[in-house]
């Protein structure tokens, strides 16, 4: 598939149309995981922008995980129902993009729990093979660095393919915002733009040598 190519949804050109009707069929579903839970969360945000930018060749949809109860390996014979919404989106997903705040250096406790529950049971791991990548994101100029290689270690182990570049390291998260939540700072659009293209370009590679 052609992933690379733009084409635009309104188009009566017949040609045009029926490349964005091979598009459509084609469309690989994107899992957003965010690690924050927070009202005028700026992780949430940048999804946000990002599920505006992305190309026709994917369709990006936030899993919600902030009613997902704490892992316990205990529970597994009789899951909890919170468990089986995010496993059952993660496993029906084509790719998985994590976009993540950073708590004292790491990933946020919510996330990392929403990632055991979704990776177990472990022949069952939602996660394995799946395209990836991580954006981190935060108000300070480390730009959640820590969370993201934390992310980056754990999605080795998770069989996660992930997206080397380009990386994904978001800073001065307060100001790049309007009131009303929409992206104001043209370089960051710029930015996540090729950083949601190259990702579209990384799935196709991915479920390509996975055929
Ligand atoms: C428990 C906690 C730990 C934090 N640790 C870090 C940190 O290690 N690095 C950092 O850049 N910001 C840290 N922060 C600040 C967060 O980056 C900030 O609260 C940010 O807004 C959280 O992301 P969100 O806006 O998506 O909710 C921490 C915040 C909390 C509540």
Not at 53 to 73: C, F, K, M, T, W
Not at 191 to 200: M, R, Y
């Amino acid at each position: 598939m052609a992933c690379g190519v733009r084409v635009t949804r309104d188009s009566t050109n017949y040609e045009n149309r029926k490349s964005y009707q091979v598009l459509m069929a084609n469309q690989r579903k994107v899992a957003v995981l965010i690690g924050s839970l927070r009202r005028e969360s700026f992780t949430r945000k940048v999804a946000n922008a990002l599920i505006k930018l992305a190309p026709p060749s994917v369709v990006l949809e936030i899993v919600d995980i902030g009613g997902v109860s704490l892992y316990n390996q205990d529970l597994e014979p009789s899951a909890p129902r919170d468990w089986l919404a995010p496993r059952d989106k993660l496993r029906a997903a084509d790719a998985v993009l994590f976009a993540t705040p950073e708590y004292n250096r790491s990933v946020p406790g919510v996330l990392k729990n929403a990632i055991d529950v979704a990776s177990r049971p472990k022949e069952s791991n939602a996660f394995n093979g799946k395209p990836g990548a991580v954006i981190s994101v935060s108000p300070g100029v480390l730009s959640g660095f820590g969370a993201n290689h934390h992310l980056r270690q754990m999605l080795v182990f998770l069989n996660v393919p992930t997206m080397q570049q380009p990386e994904a390291y978001i800073g001065g998260a307060a100001k790049l915002f309007d009131e009303s939540g929409n992206l104001t700072n043209d370089s960051t659009r710029q930015f996540l733009q090729n950083f949601v293209d190259s990702f579209a370009r990384w799935i196709e590679l991915i479920l390509a040598g996975n055929r």
